[in-house]
């Protein structure tokens, strides 16, 4: 139903209210701001020589040293969220874990170099995000950051070295890029249209279409079969839970379909030839492409047997981070099999054993609750309408995220816990609330027609 409510020139948006919260590590947010968007987009792999500057790590050390400066100065205070717990009692099970790692050299430097970096920045994320405006413009930052890396695939697509057989791999090194393009777009899609109808703005609304549409049709470019069953997933629950209460949420909606449907009838055939593999014997075709999609369903088959093996194998510790592509093709003795497990909580099982898992597991339960006890606090609550939207969008990224770690395995990578570090600050932001109101009375102009769920 909407929320119809008059203008009124006294009313403020929430992030503009009267709030101690507002200039909280104001500096480390910013320089957050800017890791953010350079680890997401990584313009360096378009202008390589950007990458001499090592920006990501000076953004990074610049956030986390102005935090503490922060703090030392008493102009910031530590928050221990639940979500922050769980996961250095994670960072606490993988540094023990290394002693019994198959190869423990190996599994050290992905501790140090992959898992320490994503627990920095989502320590940060916990501590910054403390007022509806910051998880804003964090958002923004991931929305920029994937309209670089999708557009700038799509314009250089005819080179070669974007390119794995008929299909677009990328610019981008990172989640915007290749196989984790599904998952990203999947979590990010929700946001995307919670943005679109929590404000008005015909800038903001060109650039987030821009956004879905680059990203739609570079998703059918790189005929990822996971990809796009995540993507479909995600819009019809970004639907139900955030689009279908409110007249532009049904007409964003209907945008939507209409991208989803022209990038399916634009779609190259080798788009098509992997997805029939889903529900078609592809053995029987004689075309490459769908032989080759078939390979790779065998292929991925066999990772997960094997990583099953390896967790009953190795229930407390398993094989060690980052070790299961080196003692499964060490064993097998055989090229292919040198990949990882392609399911992030297989992955999780097999290299850290049975309680790592439940930790990560308890981690998004963890989430899934805090955000939906924010949607359901704020359901009837037009001044903080905005709030409501963002936790809602928060439920269907962590339910697209899970569905897409099936396909993928991302479990020490930035993106759940840039969503994790959203949940918490949600979290905080309604924990908080005790002591000092939300917002003022009244209703920012821009928030005229948010829909409100029973």
């Avoid at 430097?109 to 627990?119: E, I």
């Avoid at 995000?129 to 309209?147: D, F, H, N, P, Q």
């Avoid at 569905?403 to 990578?413: D, K, M, N, Q």
Wanted: glycine share 8%; with cysteine.
């Amino acid at each position: 139903m909407d929320l119809l409510i008059a203008n009124s020139p006294a009313v403020k948006p929430l992030d503009q209210t009267v709030s101690p919260r507002r200039d909280e590590a104001k500096l480390a947010f910013a320089f957050l701001w800017l890791f953010t968007f350079w680890v997401f987009g990584r313009p360096e792999d378009i202008f390589p020589a950007v990458a001499l500057l090592r920006p990501t790590f000076v953004f990074g050390a610049c956030a986390g040293l102005a935090y503490f400066g922060a703090v030392l100065m008493g102009r910031a205070r530590l928050r221990w969220s639940h979500e922050l717990i769980l996961v250095l009692l994670l960072t606490a099970w993988f540094t023990l874990g290394i002693p019994f790692a198959f190869w423990r050299t190996g599994s050290l430097t992905v501790l140090t170099d992959v898992w320490f970096k994503t627990v920095v920045s989502f320590f940060l994320l916990t501590q910054t995000l403390t007022t509806v405006g910051r998880v804003r413009k964090l958002l923004w930052a991931i929305i920029c950051s994937e309209l670089l890396a999708t557009s700038a695939s799509i314009v250089l697509q005819g080179n070669e070295a974007l390119r794995i057989g008929d299909r677009l791999a990328g610019v981008s090194q990172g989640m915007f890029g290749w196989n984790f393009l599904g998952v990203a777009f999947s979590v990010t899609l929700p946001y995307v249209a919670a943005l679109y109808v929590s404000r008005r703005s015909l800038p903001r609304t060109s650039l987030l279409m821009a956004v879905v549409g680059s990203t739609m049709w570079m998703l059918v470019l790189t005929a990822s079969r996971g990809g796009f069953l995540n993507v479909v997933f995600s819009i019809i629950l970004t639907w139900w839970f955030v689009l279908r209460g409110s007249a532009r949420g049904r007409i964003v909606g209907v945008i939507i379909a209409v991208c989803l449907v022209v990038a399916l009838a634009k779609a190259p055939d080798v788009f098509w030839f992997r997805l029939q593999t889903i529900w078609g014997d592809a053995h029987a075709s004689a075309n490459q492409d769908a032989e080759s999609a078939a390979e790779s369903t065998e292929g991925r088959k066999t990772v997960i047997r094997r990583a099953i093996i390896y967790t009953v194998r190795y229930p407390i510790f398993g094989v060690g981070i980052g070790c299961f592509p080196i003692i499964n093709g060490t064993e097998l003795h055989d090229a292919n099999a040198w990949y990882g497990t392609h399911n992030t909580f297989m992955q999780i099982a097999a290299e850290a054993g049975i309680p790592a898992l439940v930790l990560f597991l308890l981690l998004m339960l963890t989430m899934f609750r805090h955000a939906r006890n924010v949607a359901n606090k704020f359901v009837d609550d037009p001044l903080n309408a905005e709030l409501h939207l963002l936790a809602r969008s928060t439920l269907v990224s962590v339910a697209a995220f899970a569905f897409g770690g099936l396909f993928v395995h991302i479990a020490y990578e930035y993106f759940l816990y840039y969503l994790a570090g959203i949940s918490a600050g949600l979290w905080t932001i309604v924990r908080e609330e005790t002591e000092e109101p939300l917002c003022r009375p009244g209703l920012p102009r821009s928030i005229a027609a948010i829909p409100s769920y029973r």
